[in-house]
T-cell receptor
């Protein structure tokens, strides 16, 4: 099956700083998504982005499908951005593989 | 309000006592999945369903059963739970077109 590698595994930011999270896939995926898990455990879909670039407020994501990676950008980070960020994808149908996540802590 | 609901949210049980975790979505989604989340391992897919009466194994199906008799419901069944099934479980549903996944609030299961 597809392997998903996320980096960095842990990240501590000062409030207001920018960051880039990376997700590498071992094979082509046709269903790439980014999620945020808040400190209370809730999972929220951030982007469905099999290719190209999308932006939503201070967050944006870029997927280069031909090179099998995706990037999540967080600008002007806030304490509410803390939590774990996951990327996930599938090669077909709905068998989905998640990465192990990037744990982000934003400190005031 | 569009949502995925799971019950119970918390459950402590003993080895071998059959249990069912329910999942229901009100978005008319065709695709539903179950995941377990363990520290350091991210989320791993247990089973998924592409439509009523159509289910398939994910990456970690051993010890679990599912059924999809109605479009909105996708229960997860543990016939004989064991301590290694202690985990945080999530149900998710997706549309056919965008494949954006919507997650339930999670069920924290402890098997003693």
């Amino acid at each position: 099956g597809i392997q998903v590698e996320q980096s960095p595994p842990d990240l501590i930011l000062q409030e207001g700083a920018n960051s880039t999270l990376r997700c590498n896939f071992s094979d082509s995926v046709n269903n790439l998504q980014w999620f945020h898990q808040n400190p209370w455990g809730q999972l929220i879909n951030l982007f469905y982005i099999p290719s190209g670039t999308k932006q939503n407020g201070r967050l944006s994501a870029t997927t280069v499908a031909t090179e099998r990676y995706s990037l999540l950008y967080i600008s002007s980070s806030q304490t509410t951005d803390s939590g774990v960020y996951f990327c996930a994808g599938s090669g077909g149908y709905q068998k989905v593989t998640f990465g192990t996540g990037t744990k982000l802590q934003v400190i005031p | 309000e569009a949502q995925v609901t799971q019950n119970p949210r918390y459950l402590i049980t003993v080895t071998g006592k059959k249990l069912t975790v329910t999942c229901s979505q009100n978005m008319n989604h065709e695709y539903m999945s179950w995941y377990r989340q363990d520290p350091g391992l991210g989320l791993r897919q247990i089973y998924y369903s592409m439509n009523v009466e159509v289910t398939d194994k994910g990456d970690v199906p051993e010890g679990y059963k599912v059924s999809r008799k109605e479009k909105r419901n996708f229960p997860l069944i543990l016939e004989s739970p064991s301590p290694n099934q202690t985990s945080l479980y999530f149900c998710a549903s997706t549309t056919r077109i965008t494949d954006t996944q919507y997650f339930g609030p999670g069920t924290r299961l402890t098997v003693l």
